[in-house]
Nanobody, 119 residues
Framework: VQLVESGGGLVQPGGSLRLSCAASGFTFRRYAMRWHRQAPGKERELVAA????????HYADSVKGRFTISRDNAKNTVYLQMNSLKPEDTAVYFC?????????????WGQGTQVTVSS
């Protein structure tokens, strides 16, 4: 199982970035996908989530209206479009795949990609 994030980097406040997470080794279309982030000295927080079919999304209040999560099940990839970035968005962003099958939960994580918002 692999989740490989890409697209992070340094951007000025007000700028945009698009993160990608390429999945392999499991049946991607059966998994809900999430983006989390963790800033230095802070706990990891859920940023956005999308259902397995892509029909339902959820966002943290801090990113609503600025971030958009999407997925392409044909490409086994989930995206996070981040607009109007703020310095407080600076963090390592992690991709996460989850599925529940009865009492068993499957939970996979990527290695993270750094996003730095600074002038």
């Amino acid at each position: 199982v692999q989740l490989v994030e890409s697209g992070g980097g340094l951007v000025q406040p007000g700028g945009s970035l698009r993160l990608s997470c390429a999945a392999s080794g499991f049946t991607f279309r059966r998994y809900a996908m999430r983006w989390h982030r963790q800033a230095p000295g802070k706990e990891r927080e859920l940023v956005a989530a999308i259902s397995s079919a892509g029909s339902s999304t959820h966002y943290a209040d801090s990113v609503k209206g600025r971030f958009t999560i999407s997925r392409d099940n044909a490409k086994n990839t989930v995206y996070l479009q981040m607009n109007s970035l703020k310095p407080e968005d600076t963090a390592v962003y992690f991709c996460n795949a989850v599925r529940r099958d009865g009492l068993r939960e499957y939970d996979y994580w990527g290695q993270g990609t750094q996003v730095t918002v600074s002038s």
